[in-house]
């Protein structure tokens, strides 16, 4: 059984009144397995964000269900979906998303506190992470003492502290300069190889190139997919290339 299902998701919004509607998905169908590291492309409007917003329960689907090791999320009283999330799903953000009143080890803490965790187990936790991120020296300053680059590094943190089952990351390399970008997806690529599976939207092309398999959405479906296999990251990222100009020009 795979990790995640999606099956026939779709998402119909409506106006204030009820008089128009959208359809941001149609008929979203993937799995993703065990260790897989997933990128999400489309342009602008495809349903990409959606999609993640659902997929990090955030928002219900219209239609469809999701199911995470065999738990459907449309199982999960609403009063539940909070610690759900908490328990199983890590998320790296395009902003980072920590309190700058809270020290950076401060902010890497907090799902675990709000899991009631005990505080005896909290510096356990996070040292081995820290040490692997580069931020052991980092975790007493604030966010804004530190690089944008530093301050995704401690949101990385933030998401694997609760050994999610998948790190969400929505555009985590937007706000970043190319050195910050290029580290950090060498830290998913290590992260990635050490078993963590991965689902990322991204609009970067050399951000996916660094994934195993790149989901293209368009006009609300999974319109085509690629497999990196033994591919390098160069022929991945020429082959993205390729794929997304055909989606341009309406090509299959």
């Given at each position: 059984?795979?990790?995640?299902?999606?099956?026939?998701?779709?998402?119909?919004?409506?106006?204030?009144?009820?008089?128009?509607?959208?359809?941001?998905?149609?008929?979203?169908?993937?799995?993703?397995?065990?260790?897989?590291?997933?990128?999400?492309?489309?342009?602008?409007?495809?349903g990409k964000t959606t999609?993640?917003?659902?997929?990090?329960?955030?928002?219900?689907?219209?239609?469809?269900?999701?199911?995470?090791?065999?738990?459907?999320?449309?199982?999960?009283?609403?009063?539940?979906?909070?610690?759900?999330?908490?328990?199983?799903?890590?998320?790296?953000?395009?902003?980072?998303?920590?309190?700058?009143?809270f020290s950076l080890e401060?902010?890497?803490?907090?799902?675990?506190?709000?899991?009631?965790?005990?505080?005896?187990?909290?510096?356990?936790?996070?040292?081995?992470?820290?040490?692997?991120?580069?931020?052991?020296?980092?975790?007493?300053?604030?966010?804004?003492?530190?690089?944008?680059?530093?301050?995704?590094?401690?949101?990385?943190?933030?998401?694997?502290?609760?050994?999610?089952?998948?790190?969400?990351?929505?555009?985590?390399?937007?706000?970043?300069?190319?050195?910050?970008?290029?580290?950090?997806?060498?830290?998913?690529?290590?992260?990635?190889?050490?078993?963590?599976?991965?689902?990322?939207?991204t609009h970067s092309t050399?951000?996916?190139?660094?994934?195993?398999?790149?989901?293209?959405?368009?006009?609300?479906?999974?319109?085509?997919?690629?497999?990196?296999?033994?591919?390098?990251?160069?022929?991945?990222?020429?082959?993205?290339?390729?794929?997304?100009?055909?989606?341009?020009?309406?090509?299959?």
């Open positions: 059984m795979s990790l995640l299902e999606v099956n026939g998701l779709k998402k119909v919004y409506k106006t204030r009144f009820g008089h128009n509607s959208v359809e941001a998905l149609k008929d979203v169908n993937f799995s993703v397995e065990q260790g897989e590291y997933i990128a999400i492309m489309g342009e602008s409007g495809s999609l993640l917003n659902i997929l990090a329960a955030l928002d219900k689907p219209t239609e469809g269900n999701i199911i995470l090791e065999g738990k459907s999320f449309s199982q999960i009283k609403s009063s539940q979906m909070v610690e759900f999330r908490r328990d199983h799903l890590g998320f790296v953000f395009q902003e980072f998303n920590l309190l700058d009143t401060d902010n890497i803490y907090l799902p675990l506190v709000l899991a009631g965790e005990s505080p005896k187990n909290l510096k356990k936790r996070l040292d081995p992470i820290a040490k692997r991120l580069g931020i052991s020296s980092l975790l007493k300053k604030y966010p804004y003492e530190v690089s944008g680059g530093q301050k995704q590094r401690a949101a990385v943190a933030r998401a694997l502290i609760t050994n999610p089952e998948i790190i969400l990351a929505d555009e985590p390399t937007g706000a970043l300069d190319s050195k910050s970008s290029d580290e950090l997806l060498n830290l998913f690529s290590e992260i990635n190889q050490l078993g963590q599976t991965i689902l990322m939207v050399k951000a996916a190139s660094h994934a195993s398999r790149v989901l293209f959405i368009k006009d609300g479906v999974v319109f085509h997919q690629i497999y990196k296999g033994n591919m390098t990251n160069e022929q991945m990222y020429q082959k993205i290339s390729d794929t997304l100009t055909l989606l341009a020009q309406g090509g299959e």
